[in-house]
């Protein structure tokens, strides 16, 4: 089974500041890894995958990732907030045998941006 | 642009009361997912569809069922709403990538949410 701990349930940074938001995962197998992001009032949407090849991905609205296989770490990272980047981050896993079918999602970390 | 749609945003129910939430994508996914999403335990997989009349249980299937009679349409039922059923509840899709030539990236898309209140 999978497992996604998001230690920081909410991150408060000032506007401009950098930020990383922590994913740490447990799995016996591969795993394809996701961030998504859920701003107040909406559904999900993907900020950023991590299938196969270069381990720092890069994705919507500046945000990175960097995956790291020995550390099972997946930590989000935006050198420059802004105050639209307010929203709740979900980082999710996915078995590499799966299809994509048994997505399993952390608790989410919520980033609060402050003028 | 893939769109699903969640028939109502909020709704409001009784005890006891039959609930369904219907669910419809227009980009002909096969697979279908409900989660419930509450706070602190992020989203948790209710049920999920691969294919017409096709489902499998997720990690918290009690209380709920589910139904897809046709590709597009998920509908997730609740046959004797409870209290701590209350919760918001999303659906999403994805493709499966086993024809056509396109590749599977494994994105789900999720609808804006239905909010569920039990009183």
């Known amino acids: 089974a999978q497992s996604v701990t998001q230690l920081d349930s909410q991150v408060p940074v000032f506007e401009e500041a950098p930020v990383e938001l922590r994913c740490n995962y447990s799995?016996?197998?591969?795993?394809?890894l996701f961030w998504y992001v859920q701003y107040p009032n909406q559904g999900l949407q993907l900020l950023l995958k991590?299938?196969?090849?270069?381990?720092l991905v890069k994705g919507i609205n500046g945000f990175e990732a960097e995956f790291n296989k020995s550390q099972t770490s997946f930590h989000l990272r935006k050198p420059s907030v802004h105050i639209s980047d307010t929203a709740e981050y979900f980082c999710a896993v996915s078995p590499r045998n799966t299809g994509f079918q048994k997505l399993v999602f952390g608790t989410g970390t919520r980033l609060l941006v402050s003028p | 642009d893939v769109k699903v749609t969640q028939s109502s945003r909020y709704l409001v129910k009784r005890t006891g009361e039959k609930v369904f939430l219907e669910c419809v994508q227009d980009m002909d996914h096969e697979n279908m997912f409900w989660y419930r999403q509450d706070p602190g335990l992020g989203l948790r997989l209710i049920y999920f569809?691969?294919?017409?009349?096709?489902?499998e249980k997720g990690d918290i299937p009690e209380g709920y069922s589910v139904s897809r009679e046709k590709k597009e349409r998920f509908s997730l039922i609740l046959e004797s709403a409870s209290t701590n059923q209350t919760s918001m509840y999303l659906c999403?899709?994805?493709?499966?990538?086993?024809?056509?030539?396109?590749?599977?990236?494994?994105?789900?898309?999720f609808g804006e949410g239905s909010r569920l209140t039990v009183l």
């Open positions: 799995s016996s197998v591969s795993v394809y």
């Open positions: 991590y299938l196969s090849g270069s381990t």
């Open positions: 569809s691969y294919d017409v009349k096709m489902k």
């Open positions: 999403a899709s994805s493709f499966t990538g086993l024809a056509g030539g396109k590749a599977n990236t494994g994105e789900l898309f």
